[in-house]
């Protein structure tokens, strides 16, 4: 037999045990089912999963707000919240980064793993020296929920220093 037939075979061969491999199982009603094991890779690649998705087992990060009004401050002034939020999902939340769209605008976010149930906190500084007038401060959470981005925003209104 020619050496490129028996790769073609070979490849052939290969490639049906691996699609045959990754056949996913769905429920009657055609719902992907989720396991834990699958959640980085849906959330490293959301695109990957089929839908309807049921993320009943991810975790689900529920604020009690997720806009604040600071009102009207001077320019120069710093603006401190605390955005509050709980793990209402089934496993362990891992928040990985929360930015803002400027460095005025600074967010601590908790490092360790929020378990189901358990409550934690965002807590931001803006500082609104040079930001006069009108201010909407998006803060960009990415976390193992999906999807893995949540926004929260600052909103207020920056009275301009007087020359």
């Not at 849906?42 to 604040?68: C, G, H, Q, V, W």
Request: positive net charge; charged residues 25%.
């Amino acid at each position: 037999m020619k050496k490129s037939n028996l790769y073609l075979i070979s490849s052939t061969i290969f490639l049906g045990l691996m699609i045959s491999c990754n056949v996913e199982e769905k429920s009657s009603d055609g719902v992907q089912e989720v396991r834990p094991d699958d959640i980085s890779s849906i959330i490293r690649n959301p695109i990957s999963a089929t839908k309807p998705l049921d993320t009943i087992n991810l975790p689900k990060m529920t604020f009690e707000e997720t806009e604040f009004d600071f009102g009207v401050v001077n320019e120069g002034d710093e603006v401190k919240h605390t955005f509050k939020f709980e793990n209402t999902g089934k496993v362990a939340l891992i928040i990985n980064n929360a930015k803002s769209t400027c460095g005025c605008t600074i967010p601590k976010w908790p490092t360790r793993p929020i378990a189901p149930g358990e409550k934690g906190e965002i807590n931001v500084v803006f500082n609104t020296e040079n930001k006069p007038n009108y201010q909407e401060k998006p803060i960009s959470i990415t976390s193992n929920t999906y999807p893995n981005k949540t926004v929260v925003k600052l909103t207020g209104r920056v009275n301009p220093k007087k020359k």
